[in-house]
C-alpha cells in the first residue's frame, strides 16, 4: 500500500544526566601512591603495607555503606584485600610503576541501596572477566557537606591479569597504544569507553527492570557536541591525603573544571539545552534541570541559572495544554530544514526509468506480491526522494533488488548506506546495493570524496534508526547533487540514539509504500503475532505464543537462561541455522558460556585453544560459534558478522563466515571476538534464522521485542524469570511499553500550520515578540500589584496565562504547524504503482508503465537535463 499517515507520540524515557565514569587516574608509585592505602581509605578498612611497614587503618571513616572483590571466572588466588594489593606492589619493580587504575562513577539517587549494590558488584565482575583482572570496589554515600543526591562507588583495578597462581602480564587497558594496536584491541580511550558502555548498558537494564524512569548515555560530551568538562567526584577528606598514599590532586582539577563549567554556562546558558538536545529533540523541565545539576553545586547559582534557562529565548515550549515539554529553536529548525529538503525533493522530476527497464524488472521478479511490486513502483517513478516502511520480514530486500536491476539498467549508480556496519553489509548481500556506513559516507563527503552526482540513486536502509540532524545532511547532499533519495526502515523497529524521529516524520510528510505482509514466517499465526508486534498488540502477540507453549517461565532469571540453552540444544539438529538472543552483554555473556558448555559436554567440539580476545581470555575450539565485534576492512568483516571456527591454534583461529567466506584471525591484529552462540537484540536486527530463542529482560520495551520475535521463519521462544516479571500480565506490560523517539514537527502536525523554513522563522520570530510582550505584561502586572499593597485594596491574582491577551496566547501555542500538500505530479505515480502491481484493467503493464514514465518525454531513456551534470556538496 502507499500512503500518507500520520503516527502518535509516545512516550519519553528520561536522561540521567548525572551519569558520570572516570577511570583516567591510577595509583602511581611515582607520585607517592601506595595501592594498600588507597584501597583501605576508599574500603573503610585496616591495611598494612608490606612495602613500607605502615598501618592504614580507615575503620571509622564516615559514609562507605558496602565494599568487595570480585576475580575473574577462570579463577585466582583465593586473596583477601590486604594480600591482594600488597601482592599487587611486589609485583611491580619500577619506581614510577602504576598498581592500581582507579575507577569512580555516580549512582542514581533514584536507586535504593541494594539495587546500587547489584549494579556496581555486576559491574566489578564484568570488568574482572572482560580484562582477566581483580576489582576491589567500594560504594559510599554522599558527603554530608555536600549533595545528598550524590551516591557514588570507587573501584580499583589491578593493572595485571590474575591467573590461578597469582599476577601475569599487563592488562589489556595498560598497554601502550602501540601494543594495544598491534594485538588488535581497543587502543587508548576507546577501552575506556567500552567500561562507559557497559556501565550504562547494566544501569540501563537494572531501571528499567525495577521501574526506574531513568536512562544512561555513555558517550562523552564531545561525541555528543556539548562544549562542557567532563567533572571528578571529590570526597570532603580528600585534602591533605595525599600524604597517606591517597591521591587529592583531584581538588584543584575537579574546582577547575567546575569553575569553567559555571563560567561557560554563566556566560552561555543554553550550553545545557545544547546537550539535553543531542539526544532528545523534545523534552520535559526536568531534563533541563537535571543537566544543569551536572555543573553546578550552588543552589542559588542553580535557582538563577535554571531562571534563564527557562526564560532563554532558544528554549521553545511545545505543548499548550498538559506537561510542559519543549525544544530548541536550534532543533526546531533543523527538523523544518529537514521537512523542507524532504518536500523539496519530494516536487522534483528527475530520475525517470524506462518502461522497458521497469517492466525487464517485473518480469525477472514475476514472484513479487502486489504490494511489493506497487513499492517497485513507487520508488522508480519520477522524483528525488521515496519511501519505502514495512513490517520485519515482509521482503523489502526482494522489492529493493527489482527496484535496483531497473535503475541500473537506466545508467544510474546505485549505492547504499545505513547507520550499522552490518546493516549495510545485510544491505549488499540481499539487494546487491554496495553500500557503506552513513559516518563514512559522510566523512568522505567532507574531505570531497566519492560525492554525489545528479546520476546516483541512494538507498538508506533501516533509516528508522537515523536521527534527524544526520538524515538532514543526506537529504540536504542529495538535493545540492541532484541525487536521489530512497529511505527504507521500519519505525517500529530500534529507536534513533540521536534526536528525532526523521524516518517517521518523513514519511508523514512525503507519503511512504508500505509492505505490511509478512512473508519470512511460515505459519499464518505466526505472521500474524509479527504484524501485531508491529501494530504494537505486544499482549496479543505474546498470547498467541503462550498458547503454543513458546512462551516459559522460570523461578528465576538463571533458571530462564538454563531452559533457553537446554531448548536451543534440543534443537541442534538444526545447525547454525538458531540463535539466541538478549538484551543486556552480561546475559549474552552467560548465554554463551552456557551453550558452549552444553556442546562441550555433547562432544561436539574439536580441540581448544587460548585467545587474547579484547573483552580477556577466551578459548575457542573446532566448531565454536565466533562474533566479530568491530568493523575490519582487512578482515571484510563488521560488528556482528557470525562465523565458525574451522581451526584453533594459540592466539590464531581459522574461521568460515557465515557468507562463506574464509578468513584468518590473529589476536596480534585482531582481537574483537567473542563467542557467537548468543548475540545481543541490537546485533540481531536485520538477522533471518530458522529458530530464535529469547531470554526477556527488564531493560525491553515494544521495539525490542518486536525486533525479538520476528527473527525467525520457523519458530521462536521467550524465556523469562519470574524475579523480572511475576506473571504472564507483568511480561506483556513491560515488554509493551513504547519507547519511540518523538520530533518537532509532531507539534507541527497537531497544530495545523506548514512546516517549511519561512514558517518555522517567523513562527520563531512570532514566539520571540509574545516572550517581549509577557514581560511587558508581567512589569504592568508587577506595578499594579505594587500600587494595590501600597493603597492597601485588596489584590487579584492572576496567572501568567490569564494576564495576557486571548488572541496573543492562542497565536503563542499554535506554534507549529500543519501537513503540507501532497507534491504535485501523483497522477503518474499512481499509474506507475497501478501498472507494476498489475492492474488497470485490459491495458497491458506494458502499456500502463509506457503512459506513465513517457508522459511529457521525448524519450524514455533521456535523463532529466539536470541530471547531466554532476553536483557535489561542501
Do not use: C
Request: proline share 2%.
Amino acid at each position: 500500500m502507499v500512503s500518507n499517515g500520520a503516527g502518535a507520540l509516545g512516550q519519553t524515557m528520561v536522561a540521567w544526566s548525572q551519569f558520570r565514569m572516570d577511570a583516567s587516574r591510577h595509583t602511581s608509585r611515582k607520585a607517592g601512591q601506595s595501592a594498600v592505602a588507597a584501597a583501605a581509605y576508599r574500603s573503610g578498612g585496616k591495611l598494612y603495607d608490606e612495602k613500607t611497614q605502615q598501618l592504614h587503618d580507615y575503620t571509622r571513616r564516615f559514609g562507605v555503606v558496602e565494599s568487595g572483590l570480585a576475580m575473574p571466572e577462570a579463577g585466582g588466588p583465593d586473596w583477601t584485600r590486604e594480600q591482594l594489593w600488597n601482592a599487587a606492589e611486589q609485583a611491580e619493580k619500577r619506581k614510577d610503576a602504576r598498581t592500581s587504575r582507579k575507577v569512580e562513577l555516580a549512582l542514581p539517587d533514584a536507586m535504593t541501596a541494594e539495587q546500587r549494590r547489584e549494579l556496581v558488584a555486576a559491574w566489578a565482575g564484568e570488568i574482572a572477566n572482560r580484562y582477566g583482572v581483580a576489582v576491589d570496589w567500594a560504594i559510599h554515600l554522599p558527603d554530608k557537606e555536600g549533595d545528598q543526591r550524590n551516591h557514588h562507588a570507587h573501584l580499583m583495578m589491578t593493572t595485571r591479569e590474575v591467573g590461578v597462581e597469582g599476577f601475569r602480564g599487563k592488562a589489556a587497558l595498560e598497554l601502550s597504544n602501540t601494543d594495544q594496536r598491534k594485538r588488535g584491541l581497543l587502543v587508548g580511550d576507546d577501552g575506556i569507553y567500552a567500561l562507559r558502555e557497559a556501565l550504562a548498558e547494566r544501569l540501563n537494564e537494572l531501571a528499567a527492570r525495577h521501574g526506574l524512569d531513568l536512562t544512561a548515555d555513555p558517550r562523552s560530551y564531545a561525541a555528543r557536541g556539548v562544549e562542557l568538562e567532563p567533572t571528578k567526584h571529590v570526597g570532603v577528606h580528600a585534602v591533605g591525603m595525599d600524604r597517606r598514599g591517597v591521591e587529592a590532586e583531584r581538588v584543584a582539577d575537579h574546582a577547575a573544571t567546575r569553575a569553567e563549567n559555571a563560567r561557560r554556562i554563566e556566560a552561555r546558558p543554553e550550553l545545557v539545552l545544547d546537550a539535553v538536545s543531542r539526544t532528545e529533540a523534545v523534552f520535559g523541565r526536568r531534563e533541563i534541570a537535571r543537566e544543569l545539576h551536572r555543573y553546578i553545586d550552588d543552589a542559588e547559582q542553580f535557582r538563577s541559572l535554571l531562571a534563564r534557562l527557562e526564560a532563554s529565548p532558544e528554549l521553545v515550549r511545545l505543548s499548550a495544554e498538559g506537561p510542559a515539554l519543549f525544544s530548541t529553536r536550534a532543533m526546531i529548525a533543523a527538523e523544518a530544514r529537514m521537512a523542507e529538503t524532504a518536500g523539496e525533493l519530494a516536487r522534483g522530476r528527475t530520475h525517470q526509468v524506462a518502461a522497458r527497464h521497469a517492466e525487464g524488472a517485473r518480469a525477472r521478479h514475476a514472484y513479487l506480491s502486489a504490494e511489493q511490486g506497487a513499492a517497485v513502483a513507487h520508488v522508480l517513478a519520477p522524483g528525488q526522494i521515496a519511501a519505502v516502511a514495512g513490517v520485519a520480514g515482509a521482503g523489502k530486500s526482494a522489492a529493493l533488488t527489482a527496484a535496483r536491476e531497473a535503475w541500473e539498467a537506466q545508467g544510474y549508480r546505485v549505492r547504499g548506506a545505513a547507520l550499522a556496519g552490518k546493516a549495510a553489509d545485510g544491505l549488499q548481500a540481499s539487494a546487491g546495493i554496495e553500500s557503506r556506513t552513513l559516518h563514512a559516507l559522510e566523512y568522505g563527503w567532507q574531505r570531497r570524496r566519492d560525492l554525489l552526482t545528479s546520476r546516483d540513486v541512494l538507498v538508506v536502509d533501516e533509516a528508522g534508526m537515523v536521527g534527524s540532524r544526520q538524515l538532514g545532511r543526506v537529504l540536504e547532499a542529495a538535493r545540492q547533487a541532484g541525487a536521489k533519495v530512497v529511505l527504507v526502515g521500519d519505525a517500529e523497529q530500534l529507536q534513533p540514539i540521536e534526536a528525532g524521529a526523521a524516518f517517521r516524520a518523513i514519511t508523514e510528510r512525503i507519503g511512504v509504500a508500505g509492505i505490511t505482509e509478512v512473508r519470512r514466517q511460515r505459519e499464518a499465526w505466526a505472521r500474524e503475532a509479527t504484524e501485531q508486534f508491529w501494530r504494537g498488540e505486544t499482549r496479543e502477540a505474546l498470547a498467541a505464543y503462550a498458547e503454543r507453549d513458546r512462551v516459559r517461565f522460570s523461578e528465576d532469571r538463571a533458571r530462564a537462561k538454563a531452559a533457553l540453552v537446554e531448548a536451543w540444544h534440543a534443537d541442534r539438529r538444526l545447525g547454525h541455522d538458531r540463535l539466541i538472543m538478549a538484551h543486556t552483554n552480561k546475559d549474552v555473556h552467560d548465554l554463551n558460556a552456557l551453550a558452549r558448555a552444553e556442546r562441550q559436554r555433547a562432544g561436539e567440539l574439536g580441540e581448544a585453544a587460548d585467545f587474547r580476545a579484547e573483552r580477556g581470555a577466551r578459548s575457542f575450539a573446532t566448531g565454536d560459534r565466533l562474533v566479530f565485534l568491530a568493523n575490519s576492512r582487512e578482515l571484510g568483516v563488521k560488528n556482528g558478522t557470525l562465523a565458525t571456527v574451522e581451526r584453533a591454534e594459540a592466539g590464531r583461529l581459522a574461521v568460515r563466515l557465515d557468507d562463506g567466506r574464509r578468513v584468518a584471525v590473529d589476536q596480534a591484529r585482531y582481537a574483537q571476538v567473542d563467542h557467537g552462540y548468543a548475540v545481543t537484540l541490537h546485533k540481531s536486527q536485520g538477522a533471518t534464522v530458522e529458530r530464535a530463542y529469547v531470554l526477556a529482560s527488564g531493560g525491553m520495551n515494544r521495539h525490542l521485542a518486536y525486533v525479538a520475535m520476528s527473527r525467525h521463519r520457523d519458530g521462536a521462544m521467550l524465556f523469562a524469570g519470574r524475579d523480572d516479571f511475576r506473571s504472564g500480565d507483568a511480561l506483556a506490560a513491560r515488554l509493551g511499553r513504547a519507547r519511540p523517539k518523538e520530533s518537532t514537527l509532531d507539534f507541527a502536525e497537531r497544530r495545523g500550520i506548514e512546516t517549511s523554513r519561512p514558517w518555522v522563522e517567523n513562527a520563531l520570530a512570532l514566539i520571540e515578540r509574545g516572550r517581549e510582550r509577557l514581560a511587558d505584561v508581567w512589569e504592568r502586572v508587577a506595578r499594579g500589584l505594587t500600587v494595590a499593597k501600597e493603597k492597601g485594596g485588596p489584590v487579584m491574582e492572576r496567572n501568567l496565562d490569564e494576564a495576557q491577551p486571548t488572541s496573543r496566547r492562542e497565536q503563542l501555542h499554535q506554534a507549529f504547524g500543519q501537513e503540507p500538500a501532497a507534491p504535485a505530479g501523483n497522477d503518474r505515480g499512481a499509474q506507475l504503482r497501478e501498472a507494476f502491481a498489475g492492474g488497470g484493467g485490459q491495458r497491458s503493464s506494458r502499456e500502463q508503465l509506457r503512459e506513465a514514465l513517457e508522459q511529457d518525454h521525448d524519450t524514455p531513456d533521456k535523463p532529466h537535463r539536470d541530471m547531466e551534470r554532476g553536483h557535489g556538496i561542501a
